[in-house]
């Protein structure tokens, strides 16, 4: 079994910033990919951005240039840096884990507003 546990979420302005942070913990494998979907109000649970034990970065073309996810040293860590946020990035975002099974964190609110 494999942990999540993300933070970083809240409530920002349009152009704002936000960084969210997933810790994994448990039956951590060397070869893995921690990634990023979020889900908004009346809509399905979408990809935003996944990055594999390798270090290769994916990005949603929506998110592209304006979001970086990264690793920490821990290999077990993943952070995604939102920058340049729009309303429409307003969603509940989730930390998802794969490497032998694949799981999820319980996910984090994230409100662009003015």
């Known amino acids: 079994q494999v942990q999540l546990v993300e933070s970083g979420g809240g409530l920002v302005q349009p152009g704002g910033s936000l960084r969210l942070s997933c810790a994994a913990s448990g039956r951590i494998f060397s070869v893995y990919a921690m990634g990023w979907y979020r889900q908004a109000p009346g809509k399905q649970r979408e990809f935003v951005a996944i990055?594999?034990?390798?270090?290769?970065?994916n990005y949603a073309d929506s998110v592209k240039g304006r979001f970086t996810i990264s690793s920490g040293n821990a290999k077990n860590t993943a952070y995604l840096q939102m920058n340049s946020l729009k309303p429409e990035d307003t969603a509940i975002y989730y930390c998802n884990y794969k490497s032998l099974g694949e799981y999820w964190g319980q996910g984090t609110q994230v409100t662009v507003s003015s």
């Open positions: 990055i594999t034990s390798d270090g290769t970065a």
